[in-house]
């Protein structure tokens, strides 16, 4: 209504500027006449210049004359007009509202627009929480081996339908089989006026801290909602002594389960922890440790400094650190990474056939140098990177038949022929992570069975792929190794000071639960029924052999 009292508004103010621009013309033209009809007058006829002066003041008076039946039709006002006018006639007779009109500041920047959404979605989500119906009891389970969250719902009372629903709506922010024992599940009800009980929510939460939830809404429907955990980080350090499996030991000085594959992860390639640890060596890690809500540890954390001495090769020290370009690696105590460039094999179950070598061609049948190691597959068996790389070559080549190459780093590179198909995804210039399918075993190329050959080439040079024990190393350098020794040294000074870090202490036996798989029961062996010899005349029992 505000809009159109203010065009209502401009449109009389152009309209008396037009008519006085209007007056005036027509005044002008008016002096213009009578000089004309007086220099007429005098002359007794008309000149050319007089002429020039009534043809200037004849088209003047046609185009006022014009612009005045055009204001006049433009300001005629339309039917639409006139009924806003009446509209607005009437609203202004009638007795002010005690509403309070909200004044708007203009222009509306984007950022009060912004704000304003915010301002409105807070008031929402507080007046959605404000309504949220509370349960009047709330009846805690806990999972236990060999159950599902079916199975635990069923435990409370749950309906089959009401238990349907339930997964259901949780499903969408929770892989189920993700439940573990020691999970918690609580189940809230309420009372109806002739006090009967009525599911209202189901929350799981996991050992993580996460809260899942599926609550009853509009129309009896339930819907899930997936709620952060509250955890806090304390920095805590922890030593032991090697007696045993790594794993084990590191788990009884307290270090997180996740923890533990960061130091594995860390020491990859110059330490192999099944064969290198010895009883005597120890370890000293410390971490961010994540601990819950009720001040319990989740068994998460992050690694910052692991430190293994060893009787045979010394200590080994890695930091955690993170460089200008935001890449996060552990670093040993000069600022290097080496690390296994292979962490598994092309395949699954690798079945030796041909080693590398000079060997008799089974197709040429004269002897020639084997560049690669064969291993024997049934077509269509999944090849897979044996470590990151860049693809350089990819297709078909001569006698390799269907052909990818692999550049890993500056110096090594590796090669897989005589595929029967190359992965639809694999081209040349892709990037490639270990684990990554790259194609499929066949026979192409000159193969006498479907196999696949596979080469390891070190700056040019074609070497053994199955005896070569290879780190792909990065060092840094300049500024960043500067930045990387400061870090290292504070560190260091840290560990000298007893009150720094906080000693971790090992998981309580309430929280090992989360951890450890139902045990299998085996199956009792089935007593073997006798057999028995059918005959055309009768059956008889066979005798026991």
Same mark, same amino acid.
Not at 92 to 102: F, G, K, V
Not at 480 to 489: G, K, Q, T
């Given at each position: 209504?505000?809009?159109?009292?203010?065009?209502?508004?401009?449109?009389?103010?152009?309209?008396?500027?037009?008519?006085?621009?209007?007056?005036?013309?027509?005044?002008?033209?008016?002096?213009?006449?009578?000089?004309?009809?007086?220099?007429?007058?005098?002359?007794?006829? =008309?000149?050319?210049?007089?002429?020039?002066?009534?043809?200037?003041?004849?088209?003047?008076?046609?185009?006022?004359?014009?612009?005045?039946?055009?204001?006049?039709?433009?300001?005629?006002?339309?039917?639409?007009?006139?009924?806003?006018?009446?509209?607005?006639?009437?609203?202004?007779?009638?007795?002010?509202?005690?509403?309070?009109?909200?004044?708007?500041?203009?222009?509306?920047?984007?950022?009060?627009?912004?704000?304003?959404?915010?301002?409105?979605?807070?008031?929402?989500?507080?007046?959605?929480?404000?309504?949220?119906?509370?349960?009047?009891? !709330?009846?805690? =389970?806990?999972?236990?081996?060999?159950?599902? !969250?079916?199975?635990?719902? &069923?435990?409370?009372?749950?309906?089959?339908?009401?238990?349907?629903?339930?997964?259901?709506?949780?499903?969408?922010?929770?892989?189920?089989?993700?439940?573990?024992?020691?999970?918690?599940?609580?189940?809230?009800?309420?009372?109806?006026?002739?006090?009967?009980?009525?599911?209202?929510?189901?929350?799981?939460?996991?050992?993580?801290?996460? &809260?899942?939830?599926?609550?009853?809404?509009?129309?009896?429907?339930?819907?899930?909602?997936?709620?952060?955990?509250?955890?806090?980080?304390?920095?805590?350090?922890?030593?032991?002594?090697?007696?045993?499996?790594?794993?084990?030991?590191?788990?009884?000085?307290?270090?997180?389960?996740?923890?533990?594959?960061?130091?594995?992860?860390?020491?990859?390639?110059?330490?192999?922890?099944?064969?290198?640890?010895?009883?005597?060596?120890? =370890?000293?890690?410390?971490?961010?440790?994540?601990?819950?809500?009720?001040?319990?540890?989740?068994?998460?954390?992050?690694?910052?400094?692991?430190?293994?001495?060893?009787?045979?090769?010394?200590?080994?020290?890695?930091?955690?650190?993170?460089?200008?370009?935001?890449?996060?690696?552990?670093?040993?105590?000069?600022?290097?990474?080496?690390?296994?460039?292979?962490?598994?094999?092309?395949?699954?179950?690798?079945?030796?056939?041909?080693?590398?070598?000079?060997?008799?061609?089974?197709?040429?049948?004269?002897?020639?140098?084997?560049?690669?190691?064969?291993?024997?597959?049934?077509?269509?068996?999944?090849?897979?990177?044996?470590?990151?790389?860049?693809?350089?070559?990819?297709?078909? @080549?001569?006698?390799?038949?269907?052909?990818?190459?692999?550049?890993?780093?500056?110096?090594?590179?590796?090669?897989?022929?005589?595929?029967?198909?190359?992965?639809?995804?694999?081209?040349?210039?892709? @990037?490639?992570?270990?684990?990554?399918?790259?194609?499929?075993?066949?026979?192409?190329?000159?193969?006498?069975?479907?196999?696949?050959?596979?080469?390891?080439?070190?700056?040019?040079?074609?070497?053994?792929?199955?005896?070569?024990?290879?780190?792909?190393? &990065?060092?840094?350098?300049?500024?960043?190794?500067?930045?990387?020794?400061?870090? &290292?040294?504070?560190?260091?000074?840290?560990?000298?000071?007893?009150?720094?870090?906080?000693?971790?202490?090992?998981?309580?036996?309430?929280?090992?639960?989360?951890?450890?798989?139902?045990?299998?029961?085996?199956?009792?062996?089935?007593?073997?029924?006798?057999?028995?010899?059918?005959?055309?005349?009768?059956?008889?029992?066979?005798?026991?052999?």
């Amino acid at each position: 209504m505000s809009e159109n009292t203010e065009s209502n508004t401009l449109q009389a103010g152009c309209l008396k500027r037009i008519a006085e621009s209007t007056r005036h013309l027509f005044e002008r033209l008016g002096d213009s006449a009578a000089e004309l009809v007086a220099d007429d007058l005098s002359t007794g006829g =008309f000149s050319l210049k007089s002429n020039k002066v009534l043809h200037s003041f004849l088209i003047g008076t046609a185009l006022g004359t014009l612009s005045t039946i055009a204001v006049l039709h433009w300001t005629e006002p339309s039917p639409q007009e006139q009924e806003n006018a009446q509209l607005l006639e009437e609203r202004a007779a009638e007795t002010p509202s005690l509403t309070p009109i909200a004044e708007i500041t203009l222009p509306l920047t984007h950022e009060s627009v912004e704000t304003a959404e915010a301002e409105e979605t807070a008031e929402t989500a507080e007046s959605e929480a404000e309504e949220a119906p509370v349960p009047d009891s !709330l009846e805690k =389970f806990e999972v236990k081996p060999r159950e599902s !969250l079916a199975v635990v719902l &069923r435990r409370a009372g749950l309906t089959n339908q009401e238990s349907y629903q339930v997964t259901t709506a949780l499903s969408d922010v929770l892989n189920l089989k993700q439940v573990q024992i020691g999970d918690t599940v609580e189940v809230g009800t309420t009372k109806d006026k002739d006090g009967n009980n009525h599911l209202l929510s189901v929350t799981l939460e996991d050992r993580h801290g996460n &809260r899942y939830t599926a609550a009853r809404g509009v129309e009896d429907a339930f819907e899930a909602s997936m709620l952060p955990p509250e955890v806090t980080l304390k920095a805590e350090i922890a030593t032991g002594d090697i007696d045993g499996a790594f794993i084990v030991n590191a788990k009884q000085s307290g270090i997180p389960t996740n923890v533990i594959s960061q130091i594995i992860w860390a020491f990859d390639g110059p330490v192999d922890f099944s064969r290198d640890l010895r009883k005597g060596d120890s =370890f000293t890690a410390v971490f961010n440790k994540e601990y819950n809500k009720d001040n319990e540890p989740t068994g998460n954390g992050e690694l910052l400094y692991a430190a293994l001495n060893l009787k045979t090769t010394g200590t080994h020290e890695r930091y955690r650190y993170t460089d200008s370009k935001g890449h996060e690696d552990f670093y040993d105590e000069k600022g290097k990474i080496a690390r296994k460039l292979f962490v598994m094999h092309p395949l699954k179950k690798p079945r030796q056939t041909s080693r590398f070598g000079q060997r008799k061609h089974p197709i040429l049948g004269y002897k020639i140098m084997h560049w690669g190691t064969d291993f024997g597959a049934p077509i269509g068996t999944p090849i897979r990177a044996p470590g990151e790389g860049t693809v350089t070559q990819s297709g078909r @080549r001569g006698s390799y038949g269907r052909y990818v190459q692999i550049k890993h780093n500056s110096e090594y590179s590796s090669a897989y022929a005589h595929m029967s198909r190359i992965d639809d995804k694999i081209y040349v210039g892709k @990037r490639v992570k270990a684990g990554e399918v790259i194609g499929y075993v066949g026979n192409t190329g000159r193969s006498t069975g479907p196999h696949l050959h596979w080469e390891l080439i070190k700056n040019g040079q074609k070497i053994n792929p199955t005896t070569q024990q290879i780190t792909a190393q &990065r060092k840094l350098v300049g500024t960043e190794l500067s930045l990387f020794l400061d870090a &290292r040294n504070q560190m260091r000074e840290k560990l000298t000071d007893e009150t720094a870090y906080a000693k971790a202490e090992a998981l309580p036996e309430s929280r090992k639960m989360a951890y450890q798989e139902p045990k299998k029961v085996k199956k009792a062996k089935s007593v073997r029924k006798p057999k028995t010899q059918k005959t055309a005349y009768r059956r008889t029992k066979s005798p026991r052999g």
